[in-house]
């Protein structure tokens, strides 16, 4: 049985409480818009495509329990609230994506004069009670097609070594995985030979999550610390890194989680394919480059402490970014679940090709 990090069953949302992972498996009750905002904002949810469908859901949860007098009333609560959800972590797209999708149908039905008001309550919440398994199979997609690439890259019947970062599996998505997706994919079809997780200060989603979902799946898997990566790289004979994404810009540049732009460095000094795994929605075509992107700043909490433990000496400063970008020309592909794109390729597609286009 995979991991999960969302489970929702008639109107009742639930997510495992990243915080005390991998000590405790705990799922907490998320009762509406107000709780969705702040688990995503604590972090007891994360990881991009999780934060998007948890919020859309905790949507849900409230626009099932509340009556509304006109299409137009139920129509400005969803604008609001999404907007509202949008804010509660800035680099991300997902989102906002969802979001923008979401009050786009809001719209339509609302002006539909064939659509009752009860239709319209329907219509929305199949959507987004549907995104759930879209998210799973994007993900299987794009694990199918990275093992594809990646083994492109290797000769005959070798075995591939995996390097990662930060946590992009099943307690990232709705199951399955982006980066994550890749490696399993690669060991669905027997050839991996072994993944190197960073632990992923300060934050330890490579030591917490990563780790704790490769010993669950029974991945052969490494715990490096992040200090380690140009080691690793010179003595271990990595085959490719691969990665998740919060946010692609038209031009290739990515932002994921910080840490992930020196890895890229280090990819590109030692001859190792980068990618980045993502479903294509992630691609912000409205960015030009990663210097547009926002870049998430969080508590000094997490830096100065680890749970109640204060590690750092009292009265340093710090600084927090969560995320950092890595420029477009250190990238070898984006690996998407409507197909394989060079950076390069990305500024060619539109909104509609995003969504239907396939490429190789
Ligand atoms: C499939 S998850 C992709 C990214 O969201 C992931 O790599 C990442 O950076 C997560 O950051 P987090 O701060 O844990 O939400």
Known sequence: M???????ENNSLEILDQLLLPAQSKYIQVKGVEDGWKVINKMQV???????????????VDLRNEKFDSKQQMRQEIEGKLNYLVSSRPTAVNMKIAAEDLIDLANQLSKDSNVTLENMKTKFLQTVEDMLTKDIADNQAIGEIGAKEILSGVSGDSLC???THCNTGSLATAGYGTALGVIRSLHAMKRLEHVYCTETRPYNQGARLTAYEMVH????????L????????????ITAVVVGADRVAANGDTANKIGTYQMAVLAKYHGVPFFVAAPLTSVDLKVPSGDHIVIEE????EMTHIGEHRIAAKGVTCWNPAFDVTPASLIA??????GFFRPEQLKTLNDHQKMNNHSS
């Open 2 to 8: 995979t991991l999960r990090a969302i489970k929702y």
């Open 46 to 60: 994360r990881g991009a495509p999780a934060i998007a469908i948890v919020g859309c859901l905790s949507l849900a």
């Open 161 to 163: 070594r995996i390097m």
């Open 217 to 224: 799946d029974k991945i052969p898997c490494t715990l490096i």
């Open 226 to 237: 992040d200090s380690m990566v140009a080691a690793v790289m010179k003595h271990r004979n």
């Open 298 to 301: 969080r508590p000094d909490r």
């Open 333 to 338: 592909g984006i690996i998407t679940d409507k």
